[in-house]
């Protein structure tokens, strides 16, 4: 039940989907409410420092995902999908990938920017690897900017088309991405 089976996802995908999920959407509506503050509100250094130790925990879940996918089977589609639906569901992982690293460089780059070390709720600190000019940051910062939006909007689409394969397909799709599948097939 931890492990994929071909029949459908373990608990420890289930898991990390799950967590990925809530940390996208609350760092993207923390991201949103720390551009109106101003410099004595108390959120103006608190937000930030949240922002970025969650933003190293949600890449250090992604690479776990990422690994995980590499030593785990990955279930077979559902009966009855469609080869549109197939390639387009596998799209669109990739582009979240994709815009998460994009989101993941972007972030440590505003970041660090100043030499300013990344840190995890104060318990670690990231090397500065790349300091970037002033000129870069804003560019830096319209691209993590973009990419949370693009982020949002596909993971809305991502949900939304999980729905519809529950209440309109009436296939097991987002079953499968809500309880663990039993089976004798484990690996």
């Known amino acids: 039940m931890l492990k994929d089976s071909r029949d459908g996802f373990g608990a420890i995908t289930i898991a990390v989907h799950w967590i990925s999920a809530i940390a996208i959407v609350f760092m993207f509506g923390l991201g949103i409410y720390m551009v109106d503050l101003g410099y004595y509100d108390p959120w103006y250094h608190k937000g930030p420092a949240l922002h970025v130790s969650i933003g190293l925990l949600l890449l250090l879940l992604t690479l776990v995902r990422l690994v995980w996918r590499l030593v785990n089977r990955t279930p077979q589609p559902v009966a009855g999908l469609k080869k549109w639906q197939r390639y387009s569901a596998t799209a669109m992982i ?35 690897l790349l300091q970037i000019s002033p000129a870069q940051v804003d560019i830096a910062g319209l691209l993590h900017k973009v990419s949370a939006w693009l982020v949002i909007i596909l993971a809305s689409v991502h949900g939304l088309a999980a729905l519809a394969h529950h209440f309109v397909f009436r296939d097991r799709t987002l079953i499968r991405m809500l309880k663990p599948t039993k089976t004798k097939d484990t690996q």
């Not at 979240?96 to 670690?124: C, H, M, Q, V």
């Open 94 to 128: 990739f582009v979240l990938y994709a815009l998460l690293l994009t989101l993941f460089i972007s972030g440590y780059l505003i970041n660090s920017a100043e030499g300013k070390r990344p840190e995890l709720f104060g318990w670690i600190s990231f090397p500065v």
